[in-house]
């Protein structure tokens, strides 16, 4: 039995890396869940169970079979979990689920009669690209995302906390295993995938839809530090995934008491969100200062390897740059609506009183603000869990993300009036 484990799975530094924040992601978005499932909740959460038992098969197995076994029970159970907000988009989710495994399948069946007989790394450009069209479906590659703003908007924020939080990243954390010496296309559709999505970020209201395409804007980088085929990119890649699926989850699972606080999908009817959920409120900065790539923040972390990984190639380095300050830019525009600009108003009132309309539970307070604390506690210990030594330059980045966050503020007024007509 050990002999057949030790065969088809491995567990690595990274696979654990990985199996940890899957397994705390799906541990925190349970908790967060809890109180708004109100039927089945038994059925949902052996959902969640099995869901969590699939993507672990498929983060560590080296099995081609044991592979799309896991990934298609995780097509199944996210789409029945996302059969509680909306059964006719569940079903449309798992069509195009569906046809993205379908194509996957073909790939490992080509892959394999090719000589890839276990999980590792391709070697043929050609089949480079079909991995990436086959797993790109599952994880919203661009050309291949539209289902993300699609389904995101009418899913509930437990589905998406787990689709882009875990299930939509799985596809990366595969190419990082069969493309290791870099892809010139992926470095491409990374950059597209940053600046589409946060634009589109930019455009939109509805929290939900912004969380959306911030998530394409992010899988970008990811895209971008695998494209690369250097060992910054490698590492970049993974505190990437990392970073993105702690704040993601914590930015969802948030989403739902917003949404039930104001019953409105939009920031424009976020109001005093500082005084009537406090630790929603730090959760939230915490989660969009990760995002935008502020120090000490693990996605500073990553985003400064990523960088790096492509100094060699100024361009790119330079088209990196800009999307940290398109980032910095929608970040700011959240934060600015919904929090800091009732705090101006009230001239830095904090005694108001104001009447809450959903009360999280201290459980539920505790499944947003853990992981937006493992954002800090994961940057400090970076070089500890990775097992290499890498000097992050956090004075230089509290520099150049001064300047991200001066020229966001410069263009808030003409972003903001734009969305306001």
């Known amino acids: 039995m050990w002999e057949l484990m030790l065969r088809n799975f491995s567990l690595n530094n990274t696979n654990i890396l990985f199996l940890s924040t899957g397994l705390l992601v799906s541990f925190f978005t349970s908790l967060s869940s809890w109180r708004k499932i109100e039927k089945y909740r038994f059925l949902f959460y052996l959902i969640i169970l099995i869901f969590s038992i699939s ?32 059964k006719n988009i569940a079903w449309e989710y798992f069509v195009i689920q569906f046809i993205g495994g379908s194509f996957l399948i073909l790939t490992v069946l080509i892959a394999y009669t090719n000589g890839y007989q276990i999980i590792e790394a391709v070697d043929e450009f050609w089949l480079q690209l079909m991995f990436i069209i086959g ?24 589905f998406c906390a787990l689709s882009s939080g875990l299930a939509a990243k799985l596809g990366y954390i595969t190419l990082l295993r069969i493309i290791t010496d870099g892809n010139r296309v992926l470095l491409y559709l990374g950059i597209i995938m940053i600046y589409y999505g946060g634009i589109k970020a930019l455009e939109e209201k509805n929290y939900k839809l912004i969380l959306a395409y911030s998530s394409i804007s992010q899988f970008g980088f990811i895209t971008i530090a695998i494209g690369s085929g250097n060992v910054y990119g490698y590492y970049g890649a ?107 108003k009230s001239n830095f009132n904090f005694k108001t009183k104001i009447e809450s309309n959903y009360k999280p539970t201290i459980i539920e307070n505790l499944s947003i603000l853990l992981p937006a604390i493992f954002l800090i506690i994961l940057a400090i210990t970076a070089n500890d869990y990775l097992g290499k030594q890498f000097n992050f330059h956090y004075s230089t980045g509290f520099f150049t993300t001064s300047i991200y966050l001066i020229v966001a503020y410069l263009i808030r007024f003409p972003i903001m009036s734009r969305i306001n007509k």
């Open 55 to 86: 993507f672990s098969l498929v983060i560590t197995t080296t099995n081609w079979f044991i592979f799309m076994i896991g990934w298609e029970i995780i097509t199944l159970s996210t789409s029945l979990i996302l059969g509680w907000s909306d």
């Open 135 to 158: 797993l790109g479906v599952k994880s919203a590659v661009i050309g291949l995302h539209s289902w993300v703003p699609y389904v995101y908007k009418k899913a509930s924020t437990s």
């Open 238 to 344: 993974v505190l990437q995934i990392i970073a993105h699926a702690f704040a993601k989850s914590t930015l969802f699972n948030g989403a739902g008491n917003w949404i039930k606080e104001f019953n409105s999908n939009s920031i424009f009817s976020f109001s005093r969100c500082e005084l009537k959920q406090k630790t929603n409120t730090i959760s939230t900065i915490f989660a969009m200062l990760s995002l935008m790539a502020f120090p000490f923040f693990i996605g500073y972390n990553s985003k400064h390897l990523i960088k790096y990984s492509l100094s060699s190639i100024p361009m790119f380095e330079f088209l990196l740059h800009l999307g940290s300050i398109l980032t910095a830019a929608y970040v700011l525009k959240i934060l600015w609506v919904i929090i800091f600009k009732d705090i101006k």
